[in-house]
Nanobody, 125 residues
Framework: QVQVTESGGGLVQAGGSLRLSCAAS????????MGWFRQAPGKEREFVAA???????TNSDSVKGRFAISRDNAKNTVYLQMNSLKPEDTAVYYC???????????????????WGQGTQVTVSS
């Protein structure tokens, strides 16, 4: 059974940094795309960043230059390094894994099959 677990969220002041981790278990995910999404109160879940099985990376325009996604296939883990955080980055951050193998990276949340429970990130002004 596939499980996805996020960690690393918390409260940080504007301008600060956080590093989120996402561990996937149940099988090897080196051939799968992985992504980060977020959902702020009263808003729809939105794409943040994705990393393909080849290591190709995609970021949303709102986080470009501030957030960086990476993965460690040996640990079945994906990371999201968040720098220069802003109050508008406050949200629950979700990790997701795409089930299909060897596909192109995608920012469409409907393409992802496995989701974690989310980790809260709060940025104070």
């Amino acid at each position: 059974q596939v499980q996805v677990t996020e960690s690393g969220g918390g409260l940080v002041q504007a301008g600060g940094s956080l590093r989120l981790s996402c561990a996937a278990s149940g099988r090897t995910f080196s051939a799968n795309n992985m992504g980060w999404f977020r959902q702020a109160p009263g808003k729809e879940r939105e794409f943040v960043a994705a990393i393909s099985w080849t290591g190709g990376k995609t970021n949303s325009d709102s986080v470009k230059g501030r957030f960086a996604i990476s993965r460690d296939n040996a640990k079945n883990t994906v990371y999201l390094q968040m720098n220069s955080l802003k109050p508008e980055d406050t949200a629950v951050y979700y990790c997701a894994v795409q089930d299909i193998l060897y596909s192109s990276g995608t920012s469409d949340l409907s393409d992802y099959n496995y989701w974690g429970q989310g980790t809260q990130v709060t940025v104070s002004s």
